[in-house]
């Protein structure tokens, strides 16, 4: 079975564009993930997707935006790019199994470069 | 909302010996526990996990532990190789969170020398 695919691995912006990141979950996970990780903070969630609607959200501005397609691959969106939005940008698909342990993949990442 | 706390930051070991890394986490509420491993260029990878109503988990070399008491949980690898180097995450899951938000602890280097 195919894992978590991201597109593209890398990327360089200016500041004040935009961005859009792609990823496409592993076949029948429906739930998607997207997660900011940079050296000093870490993994930070931003992020989910469940059939289509987002069921989460953490603490980034509202620049940063998502979606997912009834196919379940999801986009993530950055507007009007600042240098601190340099980072790798992590996308996971959950699988929940029987006894509710929850099974999070990751795709290699996005590395976004914002000069 | 949840918070975890991961030590140390690196940790250098000799080929054989042990390595161990501890989290801490805050909320209560947290009933799932994995543990991840990200090589360079690549994203995370589950490599163990744990549910609060175990108290241990072994898979191999590496080995998991939980103190729901003191809200920390540990993972212990033995007989350490080169390519076990990497950082280690851990991270904790509310039960009232959605399937896809975790929260992890900021990473250990793992530095196996031989």
């Known amino acids: 079975k195919a894992g978590v695919t991201q597109t593209p691995r890398y990327l360089i912006k200016t500041r004040g564009q935009q961005v859009t990141l792609s990823c496409s979950p592993i076949?029948?996970?429906?739930?998607v993930s997207w997660y900011q990780q940079t050296p000093g903070q870490g993994l930070q969630f931003l992020f989910e997707?469940?059939?289509?609607?987002?069921?989460n959200k953490g603490n980034f501005p509202g620049r940063f935006s998502g979606r997912q397609f009834s196919n379940s691959r999801s986009e993530m969106n950055v507007s009007t790019l600042e240098l601190g939005d340099s980072a790798l940008y992590l996308c996971?698909?959950?699988?929940?199994?029987?006894?509710?342990?929850?099974?999070?993949?990751f795709g290699p990442g996005t590395r976004l470069t914002v000069t | 909302g949840e918070n975890v706390e991961q030590h140390p930051s690196t940790l250098s070991v000799q080929e054989g010996d042990s390595a161990v890394i501890k989290c801490t986490y805050s909320?209560?509420?947290?009933?799932?526990f994995p543990w991840y491993k990200q090589e360079l260029g690549k994203g995370p990878q589950l490599i163990i996990d744990?549910?609060?109503?175990?108290g241990e988990k072994k898979d191999q070399r590496i080995a998991v532990t939980l103190n729901k008491t003191a809200k920390h949980f540990s993972l212990h690898i033995t007989e350490t190789q080169p390519e076990d180097s990497a950082v280690y995450f851990c991270?904790?899951?509310?039960?009232?969170?959605?399937?896809?938000?975790?929260?992890f602890g900021a990473g250990t280097q793992v530095v196996v020398t031989p």
């Open positions: 744990i549910r609060s109503n175990v």
């Open positions: 076949s029948g996970h429906r739930s």
């Open positions: 996971a698909s959950t699988l929940r199994r029987a006894g509710r342990d929850y099974e999070q993949y």
């Open positions: 909320d209560s509420a947290s009933n799932y």
């Open positions: 991270a904790a899951k509310r039960a009232t969170d959605s399937w896809g938000k975790f929260q």
């Open positions: 997707y469940f059939s289509e609607t987002q069921r």
